[in-house]
């Protein structure tokens, strides 16, 4: 099966701007889907599709994606912001399919 | 408002099986595939099994198939997870979350319910 690849952990300052990103052969094909997870909490669906996202999530989180990368963006992260983030994305192989998460990204705002 | 409540986990000793279950409420479960998806202690999430809207279509990680069965009660708006030969790795918080769009998108999710595996 594919793989997702996150850095382990990444941090901004506080009102900066920090991409989070995540590499995988099934991005090539599927887009990736972001999720925040803050402790002892269920993931929360941030972006889904080419850039959306769901109601109730500030219009600061943005993603994109080129190639094998797909990338979720916080544009002025705020101290609530801190979190793990995952990505994922569906992926098939021999007509069996599947899904596939990142690692996770633990996001620190200084 | 929408909601996933699961139940059923425990401690169980390795070789053991449990059944969880997922309650669903606040939208029309019929409609909507569905994931289990764990996350061990201090770890990363890993997508479990993914059930269609009929039941019909199935499918497993590899590192559960032919030991966990998945299935859902469209009567009774709820999802289930039969695990057996339950082995320490499988030790972790098993959520339900609600598809939308393509298998991977989970917008609900329920709180979990934590299975231990050990003697």
């Known amino acids: 099966s594919s793989e997702l690849t996150q850095d382990p952990a990444v941090s901004v300052a506080l009102g900066q701007t920090v991409k989070i990103t995540c590499q995988g052969d099934?991005?090539?094909?599927?887009?990736a889907t972001w999720y925040q997870q803050k402790p002892g909490q269920a993931p929360v669906l941030v972006i889904y599709?080419?850039?959306n996202r769901p109601s109730g999530i500030p219009d600061r989180f943005s993603g994109s994606s080129s190639g094998n990368t797909a990338s979720l963006t916080i544009t002025g992260a705020q101290a609530e912001d801190e979190a793990d983030y995952y990505c994922?994305?569906?992926?098939?192989?021999?007509?069996?399919?599947?899904?596939?998460f990142g690692g996770g990204t633990k996001l620190t705002v200084l | 408002e929408v909601q996933l409540v699961e139940s059923g986990g425990g401690l169980v000793q390795p070789g053991g099986s449990l059944r969880l279950s997922c309650a669903a409420s606040?939208?029309?479960?019929?409609?909507?595939?569905m994931n289990w998806v764990r996350q061990a202690p201090g770890k990363g999430l890993e997508w479990v099994s993914h059930?269609?809207?009929?039941?019909?279509?199935?499918y497993y990680s590899d590192s559960v198939k032919g030991r966990f069965t998945v299935s859902r009660d469209n009567a009774k708006n709820s999802l289930y997870l039969q695990i057996n030969s339950l082995r320490a790795e499988d030790t972790a918080i098993y959520y339900c979350?609600?598809?939308?769009?393509?298998?991977?998108?989970?917008?609900?999710w329920g709180q979990g319910t934590l299975v231990t595996v050990s003697s």
């Open positions: 059930i269609s809207s009929t039941g019909h279509t199935i």
């Open positions: 099934s991005l090539r094909n599927y887009y």
């Open positions: 599709g080419k850039n």
């Open positions: 979350a609600r598809c939308i769009g393509d298998m991977a998108t989970n917008d609900y």
């Open positions: 994922n994305s569906r992926d098939n192989s021999a007509n069996y399919e599947y899904v596939v």
């Open positions: 606040g939208f029309t479960f019929t409609t909507f595939e």
